[in-house]
């Protein structure tokens, strides 16, 4: 489809420039200072849980169902703990591990787990010529950053409406055993805000593919609901269980955005013989999580259902800016050509796809105008978005204020682009 610009004759399309430009220029002058760089909660956001700062104090009781919080051991995380991860990740309590407060550097550990020492009766990857990994993209890119730092080949994958391509997902996995694996960001993904079809779930957990092949299944966005109609993502545990192939799921998951950032509690979750076993590695390195941590959260959120209850203070936050960045596209961009957005029901972002050739210039334009976005080529294995044409929208820390005033900025920006764009092509 071709941009407005791309519809108009030259002598309009400079006037359109020249007027673009002396925008952007008093915008600059205006030296603004706005960051949508990263999916962070707003402060206020943060305090809805300083409430459970208040549970644990010198005359508490430190036990948890016999386990003593205060003191080492139970490696696994104490009783309510591993029932709350069981609930996030759809698993009996006995299959999941608590760990600290990072669900990254679970995945990050488990992955070098079997760079190391391979799946249980296969060669340890590290041993192999070649390893290759599943990228759905637009994704995470710190999901990308773990198996490019361990030397593994990352392979983009599309995304679509449903989720990754899955036709090329199967078509890769049948015909190359050298693929060991994928990430999956299976609701409300990071950055496109699509939760996982049953169908895309059901192909994933029974698709043919090498025998030591393995899905992280980081289910971030669990219960980041905003709308009245949340989306609902099938339980690919039991799919999978069903299939036969119970040790390729990895799930994992965190509170890191329901309580504290960097400061909640992170769950790995599998198959029973994927759990003892990887268990066996990280006691090595680790007698015990920070059970207090644990002990504090679960009194606070001692169930799913008072998640959910908890995560309902969070929409109050997140709706607006949500509304805010769909009214400002909507407004600025609707009929241009120049854009198309992802309308997420939860999480933390929005995918914006601006024309082909125009996301590094139209992050460049935005920072001289004072707004930090998302480095462009974020959200593909590499930093290589083939179309340069992804930006990862964050909307979640700034003000509605502050937020309203970096979409009216990203649109100018967009706009100038997409008409310089326009103008190259006639030269």
Not at 134 to 141: E, Q, T, V
Not at 255 to 279: C, D, L, Q
Not at 314 to 327: I, K, N, T
């Amino acid at each position: 489809m071709q941009t407005m610009y791309e519809q108009m004759d030259t002598a309009a399309l400079d006037a359109a420039l020249a007027d673009l430009t002396r925008q952007v220029d008093e915008v600059k002058a205006k030296g603004l200072k706005l960051d949508m760089a990263r999916g962070k909660p707003s402060p206020a956001q943060v305090d809805i849980s300083r409430p459970m700062l208040d549970l644990l104090s010198s005359g508490a009781d430190l036990t948890d169902e016999g386990v003593d919080c205060s003191n080492y051991g139970c490696f696994e995380g104490i009783p309510s703990a591993r029932r709350l991860a069981g609930e996030f990740l759809g698993l009996p309590a006995d299959q999941t591990i608590v760990l600290g407060s990072s669900s990254l550097n679970i995945m990050q550990s488990v992955l070098i787990h079997y760079w190391e020492k391979g799946v249980p009766g296969y060669t340890p990857w590290s041993k192999l010529d070649r390893v290759k990994w599943l990228c759905p993209a637009p994704g995470y890119d710190r999901h990308f950053g773990i198996t490019q730092d361990l030397g593994i080949e990352n392979v983009p994958v599309r995304m679509t409406e449903t989720g990754p391509d899955m036709d090329e997902v199967e078509r890769l996995c049948a015909a190359d055993d050298s693929i060991k694996g994928m990430f999956c960001v299976p609701k409300y993904s990071n950055p496109t805000g699509i939760t996982y079809s049953d169908e895309t779930v059901r192909r994933l957990a029974t698709m043919k593919a090498a025998p030591d092949f393995r899905i992280v299944w980081d289910n971030a966005y669990a219960v980041h609901d905003f709308t009245d109609t949340p989306d609902v993502l099938a339980n690919v545990f039991d799919l999978a269980r069903e299939a036969g192939n119970e040790d390729r799921i990895l799930g994992v998951a965190s509170t890191s955005k329901i309580t504290f950032p960097g400061a909640g509690i992170a769950f790995f979750g599998s198959s029973a013989a994927n759990v003892g076993e990887v268990a066996n590695t990280l006691k090595v390195g680790l007698i015990s999580a920070n059970k207090l941590n644990q002990l504090m959260h679960t009194r606070f959120l001692p169930d799913l259902d008072a998640v959910r209850a908890h995560m309902r203070k969070h929409a109050e936050f997140l709706r607006p800016r949500f509304a805010c960045v769909e009214e400002k596209l909507e407004e600025g961009l609707a009929g241009t050509g120049c854009g198309t957005w992802s309308h997420p029901h939860g999480g933390y972002f929005v995918s914006f796809d601006g024309p082909e050739g125009s996301a590094k210039r139209v992050g460049a334009l935005c920072a001289e105008m004072g707004v930090k976005l998302t480095p462009a080529g974020a959200t593909w294995p590499g930093g290589n978005d083939p179309h340069d044409t992804n930006i990862r929208i964050a909307p979640t820390y700034p003000s509605v204020e502050e937020l309203s005033e970096a979409l009216d900025v990203l649109v100018l920006a967009v706009k100038l682009v997409s008409a310089q764009l326009a103008r190259e092509a006639r030269a």
